[in-house]
């Protein structure tokens, strides 16, 4: 009974590196999606993904990339981190039959970028 | 994105009194409304949500209240128990038009209850 699990649980990297948060989700969910969460600003919509092979931009979409080859995984990629990337990043994911809304989210991924 | 606002930021309520968290919304194509507890180091959890057809939606001790005309809803908790310190975000989005580009959230309310 996992839900929706994310590693790492926290991360420091140095500007201009790259990395992969991963989600993973246990639940058959079709809608997955990565919210960012920052102090004062509530979540922020980065990526979201409808099904296997299918996804697309949210709100803040800029220097990430994503990709869902399987129900399961929806791993989030940073391309080259910068200072304005830090953040706690949350993965979400729910059935279709709840029309995309995020009902299960993870416990989230604390990055910081030096 | 159209602008969820969310008030107040922070709260603190005696036990056993009523906790009463307010937001307002901008677009009128926002047709779910629900509302996500937060703890330290966890993430959101679904709490309640209320489409517009109905005023009023009551799960245990939760409550949404919903004005279109308005565009507000609240959520009430009574009773409000140490426990329910947390952090509470409001959010909206466009259940009808699939949803699938998310939700717009408030900035949050931190919720103390004191014993």
């Known amino acids: 009974n996992a839900g929706v699990t994310q590693t790492p649980k926290f991360q420091v990297l140095k500007t201009g590196q790259s990395m992969t948060l991963q989600c993973a989700q246990d639940?058959?969910?079709?809608?997955m999606s990565w919210y960012r969460q920052d102090p004062g600003m509530g979540l922020r919509l980065i990526h979201y993904?409808?099904?296997?092979?299918?996804?697309d931009q949210g709100e803040v979409p800029n220097g990430y990339n994503v990709s869902r080859s399987t129900t399961e995984d929806f791993p989030l990629r940073l391309l080259s981190a910068a200072p304005s990337q830090t953040s706690v990043y949350f993965c979400?994911?729910?059935?279709?039959?709840?029309?995309?809304?995020?009902?299960?989210f993870g416990d989230g991924t604390r990055l910081s970028i030096l | 994105q159209q602008q969820v606002k969310q008030s107040p930021q922070s709260l603190i309520v005696q036990k056993g009194g009523i906790s009463i968290i307010n937001c307002a919304y901008e677009n009128t194509a926002f047709d779910y409304f629900p509302w996500y507890q937060q703890f330290p180091g966890k993430g959101p959890a679904l709490l309640i949500a209320?489409?517009?057809?109905?005023s009023e939606k009551k799960e245990g001790r939760f409550t949404i209240s919903f004005n279109k005309s308005a565009k507000q809803f609240s959520l009430h908790i009574m009773d409000s128990q140490p426990g329910d310190s947390a952090t509470y975000f409001c959010a909206a989005s466009m259940y009808s038009g699939g949803g699938a580009d998310g939700l717009t959230f408030g900035k949050g309310t931190h919720l103390i209850i004191q014993p």
């Open positions: 639940m058959n969910h079709e809608y």
């Open positions: 209320i489409r517009p057809d109905v």
């Open positions: 993904s409808v099904g296997a092979g299918i996804t």
């Open positions: 979400a994911s729910s059935r279709r039959a709840q029309g995309h809304q995020p009902q299960h």
